[in-house]
C-alpha cells in the first residue's frame, strides 16, 4: 500500500477523532513498523521538527522497552506505553503483529480520551498491515 494512502487514512483517523472527541487535542499519528521504519504520519502543529525516521525509533524503542518491563514484573501482555512530558503525552499502542502507532497530544489533553483513540486507530488500522 502507497504511503499516500496511508497518510490519508491515518489523516481520516484522527479527523475521526477529532470530530467524535473536539477535546482530544492530538497533534498527530505515526504508523511505524515494529522494527522502527516509517510508514506513513501526520501532525498538526508542533513545536519541534519532527523527523520521521527519528521519531519511528523511538516508538519501537519504547515500546520494546515497554514489552521487557511487563514481562520481568510478571504484568502480561503490554497493551502500549504512555509517556508524560511537561507539554503533552506520547502514546504508542501495537498494530498487528508488523506495527505501531504513536499519538503526540498537547498536555490540556484528557488521557482516557487519549487512549481510547489510540485503541480505536490501532484497530482501524490493523485492516491495512
Do not use: C, W
Given at each position: ?124 488500522l490493523?485492516?491495512?498491515i
Amino acid at each position: 500500500m502507497s504511503e499516500n494512502i496511508m497518510e490519508r487514512e491515518l489523516s481520516e483517523i484522527l479527523d475521526n477523532i477529532e470530530d467524535t472527541v473536539p477535546t482530544a487535542k492530538i497533534e498527530g499519528l505515526v504508523l511505524v513498523s515494529i522494527e522502527g521504519l516509517p510508514i506513513a504520519s501526520t501532525f498538526k502543529e508542533t513545536n519541534v521538527e519532527l523527523n520521521s525516521e527519528l521519531v519511528a525509533a523511538m516508538a519501537a524503542t519504547l515500546y520494546s522497552l515497554g514489552e521487557q518491563v511487563v514481562g520481568e514484573l510478571g504484568k502480561g501482555k503490554l497493551k502500549g506505553v504512555f509517556v508524560h512530558g511537561r507539554e503533552g503525552y506520547i502514546l504508542v499502542g501495537r498494530v498487528g503483529e508488523s506495527a505501531l502507532v504513536m499519538m503526540l497530544s498537547r498536555k490540556d489533553a484528557q488521557i482516557g480520551i487519549l487512549l481510547y483513540g489510540l485503541q480505536k486507530a490501532a484497530e482501524r488500522l490493523q485492516k491495512f498491515i
